[in-house]
């Protein structure tokens, strides 16, 4: 019947749940690198898998952070960046794709250590200043059973640049651009490079239990105001010639999977 079907699902999405516990739990001492093959002509991306989020480097003239993980993930992040032969003090500029824990919760700590300015969407400026995230709309059953459990309060900072405009990011020896891309939340940011890869944050997600199973396959993210509106935006990105979906949990993701799962026009799939 339908109630035990409803039954069943909740059970295993409780499941799903207390292993993607788990698995966070687990790996909660530290971080894994991945380092992304790239052609010639392209600045060098590294992707740095946390137990709850991903945080990626550009390696430029001036390092460029994206995302700085939950709370305490600071220490893993200063880690992944001594393996690559980068000193917190190279680090040009923060870039944060939106205000909640699990890619702001150490922004505090990282501004301490590097000292380079925080780039923040300015409609999720009072997130940072309070240190906790906005309401959460769940897109689904599992996304209501782990909303407990993903909301921890994080140490509050102040925004060096509220970005409501584009902002070039030449100055930092990157050939991109910060975008204001509301969707996930009010002050959401996508980092467009010009060699057509895009950093997206929680626009969409890759994989179940935080990108650590098939993290190649896009999903809506768990929770999402208006999942419409994300869907126009990461349209905009296929339009405009994105290839590669750097994405807060999970990926890479492709163009074409991304094109699929979003049900975009042909014109922005092609």
Known sequence: SESIAMIARAALALVLVAACLTISACSSGGSVRKAETTGPDQVQVVQIALPMSNAYVIKAERPILIDTGGPG????????????????????????????????????????????????????????????????????LEAWLIRPFVSPPFAPFSVDIAVSSEVDLKPWGVEGTIKPMPGHTEGSLVVVLDDHRAFTGDLLRGGSMGGHLNPHRPHDHYFQPDVARA?????????????????????????????KACACSPAAGT
């Open 231 to 259: 869907h126009r935006s990461i349209c905009d990105l296929l339009a405009s010639g994105v290839e590669t979906f750097y994405v807060g949990h999970g990926g890479p993701l492709t163009r074409a999977a991304v094109a």
């Open 73 to 140: 993930d600071a220490k893993a992040i200063e880690q992944a960046l001594a393996a690559e032969g980068i000193a917190p003090s190279q680090i040009g500029l923060i870039v944060l794709t939106h205000g909640h824990a699990d890619h702001a919760g150490s922004a505090a700590a990282l501004r301490m250590v590097t000292r380079a300015p925080i780039a923040l969407g300015a409609g999720d400026a009072a997130m940072a200043a309070a240190g906790r995230n906005g309401a959460l709309k769940p897109v689904g």
